[in-house]
């Protein structure tokens, strides 16, 4: 079993919907990370939680540390949010894990 | 200013030849990160430089793999004997703050590696 695991591993909705994409750890961890990357390849930071919730535009992460969960949710999806979204995680003996991804396509 | 640079963008290279993959960090970063990403793969971190200094190099996955970092600002990561499955994207980020990975990274557009 992978110490990060991500739900669901492939997504698609119709434009406008609130979309969620879920993160679970089974390791202590000091920080978690979410990662965007594109179709071309490109990877941007999206959110570095180490609690609580943090809100970016129409993304917003959260993370509950006694749950070793975090969600990461898009209002209002749009066709460009379509993309692998990564999961990732520094353990308390400082590795960084990632998860595999989840593929997100927006339907126009 | 110019985000993380990373050269070549794609080397094709012959089983057992070294390899030399540079990176280039935003002016200021002190924090500097190397990951791949195999094909159809994960992404997995490789090592992580706070200055000139990497404190882990567990990370690397083998002997043949080294890293290193000058100035504060440009890093090197050394393929020697290049075999097969090295190849994939090797990706390079960097971030303003030192503090192991507790910062926003910046990424680069990465090397793809083929090894032939």
């Known amino acids: 079993k992978n110490e990060v695991e991500q739900s669901p591993q492939n997504l698609t909705a119709q434009e406008g919907e609130f979309i969620t994409i879920n993160c679970s750890y089974s390791?202590?961890?000091?920080?978690l990370h979410w990662l965007q990357q594109h179709p071309g390849g490109g990877i941007v930071s999206l959110f570095m939680?180490?609690?609580g919730k943090k809100k970016h535009g129409r993304l917003i992460a959260t993370i509950n540390i006694q749950e070793k969960h975090s969600s990461l949710h898009i209002t209002a999806s749009h066709p460009r949010d379509s993309a692998v979204y990564i999961c990732?995680?520094?353990?308390?003996?400082?590795?960084?894990?990632f998860g595999k991804g989840t593929r997100l396509h927006i339907l126009p | 200013g110019a985000g993380v640079s990373q050269s070549p963008s794609n080397k094709v290279t012959e089983k057992g030849k070294d390899v030399e993959l540079r990176c280039d960090p935003i002016?200021?970063?002190?924090?500097l990160y190397w990951y791949r990403q195999s094909l159809g793969q994960g992404l997995e971190f490789l090592i992580y430089?706070?200055?000139?200094?990497?404190?882990?190099k567990s990370g690397l996955p083998s002997d043949r793999f080294s890293a290193e970092r000058t100035g504060g600002s440009v890093s090197t990561l050394t393929i020697q004997r290049t075999q097969q499955e090295d190849s994939a994207v090797y990706l390079c980020?960097?971030?303003?703050?030192?503090?192991?990975?507790?910062?926003?990274?910046?990424f680069g557009p990465g090397t793809r590696l083929t090894v032939t």
């Open positions: 002016s200021g970063h002190t924090a």
């Open positions: 390791v202590g961890i000091s920080a």
């Open positions: 430089f706070q200055g000139n200094s990497a404190p882990d």
């Open positions: 980020a960097s971030s303003l703050r030192g503090e192991y990975w507790d910062y926003e990274q910046y």
């Open positions: 939680l180490s609690s």
């Open positions: 990732a995680v520094r353990n308390r003996d400082d590795k960084i894990i």
